[in-house]
């Protein structure tokens, strides 16, 4: 599967993002979907998961009850909204696509496919 994420930009702390992730070829319902984020001399850990359905969802601790996960399979795009944006939250975001399905996967590692990256900074 083939991965396109955008919506990156800059942000006011306190203020939103939405990012999305177009996939194409690929059964997209098939795929767990996954958020992560890298920023500089860091390592690329994970922002949140959501499974097939997109009943459940996981969230790193430190973006919960700020970030929402969602997909839509009908559209083969899942989203990231994020509210209340910090400066911490400063990163070049990806999207990425694990056939470890059907349930949410919070290990880098078990993602097969990765977008391009998109970036946020969240900067007064």
């Known amino acids: 599967v083939q991965l396109q994420a955008y919506g990156g930009g800059l942000v006011q702390p306190g203020g939103s993002l939405r990012l999305s992730c177009a996939a194409s070829?690929?059964?997209?319902?098939?795929?767990?979907m996954g958020w992560f984020r890298q920023a500089p001399g860091k390592e690329r850990d994970v922002v949140a998961s959501?499974?097939?359905?997109?009943?459940?969802?996981y969230y790193t601790d430190s973006v919960k009850s700020r970030f929402t996960i969602s997909r839509d399979n009908a559209k083969n795009t899942v989203y990231l909204q994020m509210n209340s944006l910090k400066p911490e939250d400063t990163a070049v975001y990806y999207c990425a696509a694990s056939t470890r399905g059907p349930y949410v996967v919070s290990i880098r590692s078990a993602y097969n496919s990765w977008g391009q990256g998109t970036q946020v900074t969240v900067s007064s």
């Open positions: 959501i499974s097939w359905s997109g009943n459940s969802q």
């Open positions: 070829g690929g059964t997209f319902s098939r795929y767990v």
